[in-house]
């Protein structure tokens, strides 16, 4: 069974940055799509960026883009999520995920989940 395991998350005041990183050990991690997806309380899981499995192709949600830049490194099994200019709105537990699609942008497209990692802007 393939483990997602993110860090990186804390409290920023708004306008800073953060960098979560996915450490993907025993996934064939070149084999797959990646993507964060976010949850605030009360709200429903959201997509936030995915990147394909040779780094080649992005996607982002509009909310984000031009703020936050999903990153990878097949030689470490990590994939990134650089989050500069963080809004209050940022706020949520953040997940990173696996899939075998190609750029998948709902919850239901990816196999392998993290435990997710909280990040919280102050405003």
């Known amino acids: 069974q393939a483990q997602l395991v993110e860090s990186g998350g804390g409290l920023v005041q708004a306008g800073g940055s953060l960098r979560l990183s996915c450490a993907a050990p025993?996934?064939?991690?070149?084999?797959?799509?990646m993507g964060w997806f976010r949850q605030a309380p009360g709200k429903e899981r959201e997509f936030v960026a995915a990147i394909s499995w040779s780094g080649g192709s992005t996607y982002y949600v509009d909310s984000v883009k031009g703020r936050f830049t999903i990153s990878r490194d097949n030689a470490k099994n990590t994939v990134y999520l650089q989050m500069n200019s963080l809004k209050p709105e940022d706020t949520a537990v953040y997940y990173c995920?696996?899939?075998?699609?190609?750029?998948?942008?709902?919850?239901?497209?990816?196999?392998?989940w993290g435990q997710g990692t909280q990040v919280t802007v102050s405003s």
């Open positions: 995920a696996a899939s075998a699609w190609v750029l998948p942008t709902t919850s239901l497209s990816y196999n392998y």
């Open positions: 025993g996934l064939t991690f070149s084999r797959y799509s």
